[in-house]
């Protein structure tokens, strides 16, 4: 992973993106319901908020290989979302280097609270965002999306910085 890099995402990053994706329910389980199928770049940067969201990518050259966002939820509550990795480059370690990437943004931002929402069937995901360090904070809804919560994120930031 040493010639992988962290970057803001662009909107031309999507157009790979959304080749991951491979249908209407895929894509409602990465980025939630409402958004137009079939998609494409352009329409799905637009429709994830893109360039108004805090959007990451991990890159190698100008590939992405990973995705993510973080959502302000309030003063000082970050919310990790649509986490996503290439599907030819997935169980490599880089869902866990995007989402460690993503909490280091999060502290640089002075967050004191960090969840995420992550499907109860998804065994993969639950088990790398306990790893992590994320708990339950809540039963899983009608969909089955379970709430996590990252209990210890607000002891890792230095209180005495103003």
Same mark, same amino acid.
């Given at each position: 992973? $040493? *010639? &992988?890099? #962290?970057r803001?995402a662009? !909107?031309?990053d999507?157009a790979r993106i959304?080749?991951?994706?491979g249908?209407?329910? $895929?894509?409602e389980r990465w ?8 998609? *494409?770049g352009? =329409?799905l #940067?637009?429709e994830i908020d893109?360039?108004?969201?805090l ?6 050259g100008?590939? !992405?290989l990973a995705?993510?966002q973080?959502?302000? =939820?309030? /003063?000082r509550?970050?919310?990790?979302? @649509?986490i ?5 480059? @997935?169980r490599?370690g880089?869902?866990?280097a995007?989402c460690?990437?993503?909490l *280091? /943004? $999060?502290?640089? @931002?002075?967050?004191?609270?960090v969840?995420? &929402? ?7 995901a639950i088990?790398?965002?306990r790893?992590l360090g ?7 809804d ?12 607000a $002891? &890792?930031? *230095?209180?005495d910085v103003?």
């Open positions: 992973m $040493a *010639d &992988n890099r #962290w803001p662009l !909107p031309t999507l959304a080749e991951w994706i249908t209407a329910r $895929a894509l980025a939630g319901p409402g958004l137009s199928w079939p998609t *494409d352009a =329409k #940067w637009r893109g360039g108004s969201l959007s990451f990518c991990l890159v190698t100008s590939e !992405p995705f993510g973080l959502v302000v =939820k309030g /003063e509550h970050y919310h990790l979302a @649509r996503i990795v290439s599907p030819s480059r @997935r490599q880089l869902g866990e995007l460690r990437q993503l *280091d /943004e $999060a502290r640089q @931002r002075r967050a004191e609270r969840t995420l &929402n992550v499907f109860a069937d998804n065994r993969a088990d790398l965002y790893r994320f708990t339950d904070c809540g039963s899983a009608s969909r089955g999306i379970r709430p996590m919560q990252l209990r210890q994120f $002891a &890792n930031v *230095d209180n103003p």
